[in-house]
Structure formats: C-alpha cells, structure tokens
C-alpha cells in the first residue's frame, strides 16, 4: 500500500496512462520512501459531463484533499 487512482478525462493512449501511472509510483516512493513494488494505481476515464459530477463528489465535497485545482469543471464542456 499506497493505491493511487488517477481520474481524467477520456482520450489519453494506454501508453500515456501507464508513463502517467509509473512517474506518479516514483515520485510516491522518493516522497514518502514507501517500497515501490507496494504500489498500485489506477485510471479512470470520464466524459466532460460525466466528470460534473466526479468533480463535486471527489474534490469540493471531499474533506481529504490536499492539493486543490484552480478551474472550473463547467470549462471542459465547452
């Protein structure tokens, strides 16, 4: 343990999410010094629209966040 879940929208190659996923899985390990063959990660893709709803529940009504955006979701559905 730790488990990452990487949430974006759809449209990025499984190239770019595994580069994604091993890059984060290393700055993890330099950060926390944790083993790197503990970790995990996931990604999930989400539409524009359905990431409205993503954004409400997993970032302004999540009291766990530590690093918060500066955007509007409402942007992506332009």
Known sequence: ????????????????KKAAAEKLAAALTEAIG?????ISVAVK???????QEQFRTEVTEN???VLEPHYDPKELLK
């Open 1 to 16: 343990m730790p488990h990452i879940t990487i949430k974006m929208l759809k449209g990025r190659t499984d190239a770019q």
């Open 34 to 38: 944790c083993d790197p063959s503990h």
């Open 45 to 51: 893709d989400y539409t524009p629209e359905e990431w």
């Open 63 to 65: 009291d766990a966040i």
